[in-house]
């Protein structure tokens, strides 16, 4: 890992370390972006490469923000897991390679969903997106 990485990897509460770096669970419904759907961005917590939008976002029922689609595939990698007694299809960043959760074939309308742990993730809104250097996203929310 860089020492960039190194650096925010410090950063991280107990909780965000042991979902990203132990490849974690944080509880259902007892975390930060489950039930938030402002208008926005989800950046990797560590990276700050952003992974996911707003738009993408839905109420899956589950506890967990879930997503349809990351906003650039090439920032996520996905991989085979057989933890818990079960197969599923864990999804980590691509860079530092960190666990964020994992994605499902029943999203909407046929639509995967990216079930993804609010600890490995940062939120911003689309108001503080320009001042955190995330311009270039504010198409995303061009209507």
């Known amino acids: 890992m860089s020492k960039s990485y190194e650096d925010e990897i410090k950063k991280l509460t107990k909780t965000q370390y042991n979902v990203t770096m132990k490849n974690g669970t944080e509880p259902p419904f007892q975390n930060e972006y489950h039930d938030e759907f402002r208008e926005g961005i989800y950046v990797d ?7 996911f939008s707003s738009n993408d976002k839905f109420d899956a029922g ?3 923000p879930s997503f349809t689609a990351p906003v650039n595939k090439d920032l996520i990698v ?3 897991d057989h933890s818990h007694f079960m197969t599923r299809t864990e999804v980590r960043s691509k860079n ?3 666990h964020l959760g994992h994605v ?4 909407p309308n046929g ?4 079930c993804i742990n609010s600890a490995s993730l940062a939120f911003i809104p689309k ?11 504010l198409s995303l929310f061009k209507k």
């Open 45 to 51: 917590i560590v990276s700050k490469e952003v992974l």
């Open 62 to 64: 589950c506890g967990w």
């Open 78 to 80: 996905e991989k085979k």
């Open 96 to 98: 530092p390679n960190i």
């Open 104 to 107: 499902f074939d029943d999203g």
């Open 111 to 114: 639509q995967p969903r990216y």
């Open 127 to 137: 108001e503080d997106m320009k001042k955190a250097g995330y311009e270039e996203y």
